[in-house]
């Protein structure tokens, strides 16, 4: 069974590798939706996967250290990418959800990252 919780945070980012003639490399932010997905077995006894609000404790935390934040300057998002910042909330979420198997990250309505670790 598998099963996601959604999260949005806003958050102001630059990037500082691309030519200076792109439009990114200008301060800029966006809302972002971030869907965590869990996979596992079902408990027949209390017939979920996990508490949805389980997941929300993990991830709401590390949501809170992004939004309405500089991404630039969170420590590991000095080139905060769409990929890059779904595989740094990856790498926090994770050690608190093993039954995590992929997030979606999207930054505008048409556009983000999936990572599967």
């Known amino acids: 069974m598998v099963i996601f919780k959604q999260f949005t945070f806003d958050s102001a980012h630059f990037?500082?590798?691309?030519?200076?003639?792109?439009k990114c490399r200008e301060i800029h932010g966006h809302t972002y939706h971030l869907t965590i997905f869990l996979d596992g077995?079902?408990?027949k006894e209390l017939g979920w996967v996990m508490d949805f609000a389980d997941i929300k404790q993990v991830v709401g935390p590390v949501?809170?250290?992004?939004?309405?934040?500089?991404?630039?300057?969170?420590?590991g998002l000095e080139n905060p990418?769409?990929?890059?910042?779904?595989?740094?909330i990856w790498n926090k979420v994770?050690?608190?959800l093993p039954l995590l198997s992929k997030i979606e990250l999207n930054e505008t309505p048409t556009s983000g990252a999936i990572y599967t670790g």
């Open 15 to 22: 990037l500082s590798k691309v030519p200076v003639t792109h």
């Open 41 to 43: 077995p079902l408990d």
């Open 63 to 75: 949501v809170d250290m992004l939004d309405h934040k500089m991404l630039n300057n969170i420590p």
């Open 81 to 88: 990418t769409c990929e890059l910042l779904a595989e740094w």
């Open 94 to 96: 994770k050690p608190g």
